[in-house]
């Protein structure tokens, strides 16, 4: 039957459905979280029928409002909510978990209207505030963002970067549901029903926060209209649930984390039997009209050959140049004076965010407003990306595009030390599923090859320099993803030098220097790492006695590495410089010897290996 009414025996029943469907669907798989779904029926059911707009027969809709489940284990329930919603028939919803079903074990953006994928902890409320932000400073439009946490992720720092962030710029489009049922995987939660306690933390952080019964639809309604008539600030419902509600079996029982009831058919009967309901669920006001961004000529800057930049600044100047598309986007972790992103803050303060020292809400407040359709790009030290790489992770399985720069990488930073010098970056963005890495050595390749980020899908990586290099390249030659360039080569070169970034200046002057000791070697600049090119370093290779790569990271993983991948299945030895003891504060000369990667160490390198 369908149902164009709201009331609280309806959504009594919905609830109900919404338990019997997560247990079913779970038993069906053999796998899942019925459990944590069961407990969470009630608020859904709520939300469903009269709070959500969102139309789901078009859910690209840009009105739409946006459902996030931050504790994404309760795949159950959400599937449960599309089939309720006439979303998904029958057949597809028996699919969950079942090899090739849209329907995964935790939700992805494969199932529409799925803005990003959940199921690592403490991620979902973060990218609810990207989508906010998104809605309240870009769209401006009035669709509302409600996530549904767990009371597990409570105790991750990211769910609280989120709350910093939220009351920070007043986003009161954001609504999160907290489902506190006490009972984690293991054990009980740190804080099980202490309501007062969570609502003093919330109102700390400058939310508006309400403490409901979760299973009293009457008092859930008078929450949700509650928080959509507050103003300036967010608001957050802790509804304090049972687990496993319904089933006695399971309620409120520890140990049936994650594992299907052992008699299904008794569950669903205790609940009172399988229901068909379809909820007429509200489509969205559609009268704000949506704004076009305008997209006016990019200029990017160019510098002469021979001019000593940094590739940071002239990532700044060129995402700033490339500000002039109003899709674009940018956020830092307050150190845009350094990565010169505050060039872009400066010329498009509208679209400029600051994150402040909280890396994991940077990054998936960039994977929310890249939900929306906006071009982000985030940036911070190279090395405090690590304490995101989780989000990185997930924002591939969000099937995000996401541009990511970070400076300072390397011993070439100097005398501040090992803790800021990144030496992991390039293999831990390698790793990550359809990236590319890009390492320019100069600022016209870094203008050409920013621009080129702006249209790049999936996740990029772009490592810039806090030091000067000369410019080599000059403005009009073509830079290219996937591209290299050559800087010395000769039919009688012996040994190839491939180098990236700082070290390219290094094995230039190397290949000088064994110049004048009569061994002709080829200087490769491979700015592009991921996807490396191919054809110039096989080439290369077949053309040297032997291949030497040199960079400014460890050994693992790397431009190294990425040319031994390349060249596997050719016969020509390859051998790696690169930083193998940990580093001290020095300046970049010493740091660089010390690491055996300047120049010197590549010809006494190279002599010995053509000597061999």
Request: aromatic share 6%; proline share 5%.
């Amino acid at each position: 039957m369908e149902i164009t009414s709201s009331g609280a025996d309806f959504r009594r029943e919905l609830g109900q459905q919404l338990r019997v469907d997560s247990v079913r669907v779970s038993s069906h798989a053999g796998s899942g979280h019925p459990t944590s779904s069961m407990s969470a029926a009630d608020l859904m059911a709520v939300l469903l029928d009269g709070h959500l707009r969102l139309d789901y027969r078009h859910p690209g809709e840009p009105h739409n409002d946006h459902l996030v489940f931050s504790k994404g284990h309760a795949s159950p329930l959400y599937y449960a909510m599309l089939r309720a919603a006439g979303a998904i028939a029958e057949d597809e919803f028996r699919t969950y978990r079942t090899f090739g079903s849209r329907l995964e074990g935790h939700p992805t953006p494969r199932i529409p209207p799925t803005d990003v994928a959940t199921g690592s902890l403490g991620q979902g409320l973060p990218a609810g505030v990207g989508l906010a932000l998104a809605g309240k400073m870009l769209d401006r439009l009035p669709y509302r963002v409600w996530v549904l946490c767990g009371d597990s992720e409570m105790a991750e720092g990211s769910i609280w970067e989120a709350f910093e962030h939220a009351a920070h710029y007043e986003l009161d489009n954001l609504v999160a549901i907290v489902d506190v049922n006490r009972l984690g995987q293991t054990t009980e939660t740190m804080v099980a029903w202490d309501m007062d306690t969570y609502a003093a933390r919330a109102g700390a952080f400058g939310w508006h926060a309400i403490t409901v019964d979760g299973h009293d639809v009457e008092a859930i309604e008078a929450a949700y209209a509650d928080a959509e008539r507050t103003r300036g600030k967010p608001t957050v419902l802790f509804a304090k649930t049972k687990k496993g509600k319904g089933v006695a079996a399971v309620e409120d029982l520890p140990g049936k984390h994650g594992k299907p009831l052992d008699d299904p058919d008794e569950a669903i009967a205790e609940l009172g039997g399988r229901r068909n309901l379809i909820v007429s669920v509200a489509t969205p006001d559609t009268s704000v009209p949506v704004q076009d961004c305008p997209i006016e000529r990019v200029e990017l800057p160019t510098w002469e050959v021979g001019d000593e930049v940094a590739t940071r600044e002239a990532y700044g100047e060129a995402l700033a140049a490339l500000g002039s598309r109003g899709d674009v986007v940018a956020l830092d972790g307050e150190v845009s004076n350094s990565t010169h992103s505050d060039l872009f803050a400066k010329a498009h303060p509208g679209r400029y965010f600051e994150m402040y020292i909280a890396e994991q809400q940077m990054i998936a407040a960039a994977v929310g407003l890249q939900a929306r359709g906006w071009t982000a790009f985030a940036s911070t030290f190279a090395a405090f990306l690590s304490r995101a790489y989780d989000f990185i992770r997930m924002a591939a399985i969000s099937r995000a595009d996401l541009r990511l720069a970070g400076s300072h990488a390397g011993v070439a930073i100097g005398a501040d030390g090992p803790s800021q010098m990144a030496l992991e970056d390039l293999a831990a963005l390698r790793a990550v599923h359809g990236s590319t890495v890009l390492h320019p050595s100069d600022a016209n390749q870094t203008a050409q090859l920013v621009a080129q980020m702006a249209d790049l899908p999936g996740i990029s990586y772009l490592r810039t320099l806090r030091g000067k290099t000369p410019v080599r390249t000059a403005a009009d030659e073509i830079v290219r993803i996937g591209g290299s360039r050559t800087l010395r080569s000769s039919d009688r070169d012996e040994v190839t030098l491939i180098a990236c970034g700082t070290t390219v200046d290094e094995a230039d002057r190397a290949a000088g220097l064994l110049a004048r000791e009569g061994v002709s070697a080829r200087v490769l600049d491979c700015y592009s790492i991921k996807p490396i090119d191919e054809v110039a370093v096989r080439r290369a290779a077949a053309e040297t006695r032997v291949v030497l790569t040199v960079e400014d990271h460890w050994p693992e993983g790397g431009l190294g590495d990425a040319v031994l991948e390349a060249l596997a299945t050719l016969p020509v030895p390859v051998h790696k410089l690169a930083v193998r003891e940990m580093p001290m504060s020095g300046t970049p000369e010493e740091l660089l010897r010390m690491a055996g990667i300047d120049a010197g160490a590549i010809a006494t390198t190279a002599k010995t290996l053509v000597a061999a």
